[in-house]
């Protein structure tokens, strides 16, 4: 992971121009990049979570190389890193399972 963050404490503020959230999106606290915990790890893809010491929430945030450089999608979340490691080995849903979801809370209205 080392490749993709550095070996320095600018991580958060830019990598090479790159904008690795640095900042809480709810209240702007800046990140202390020692508070990153790495979730998982495949194929060179990482899995990352920041938990504001703040506001408390988190950032849940995928790096995967590309044949372009670094690609990052993050997404902000109320789950702590525990929860999300227990999701991860969650089945998938099916089409079925969700329209029974929908059908029982519309008929809960």
Known sequence: MKEYLGHNANFGRSLDGLKIVSRCPVCQLEHN??????LAEANGSHLLYIKCRQCGSGVVAALTPTTFGLNSVGVVTDLSGY???????????SADEILEMIEYFQAKN
């Open 33 to 38: 990049p020692l508070e990153t915990s790495l």
């Open 83 to 93: 929860e999300i490691t227990k999701c991860k080995d969650w089945s998938r849903l």
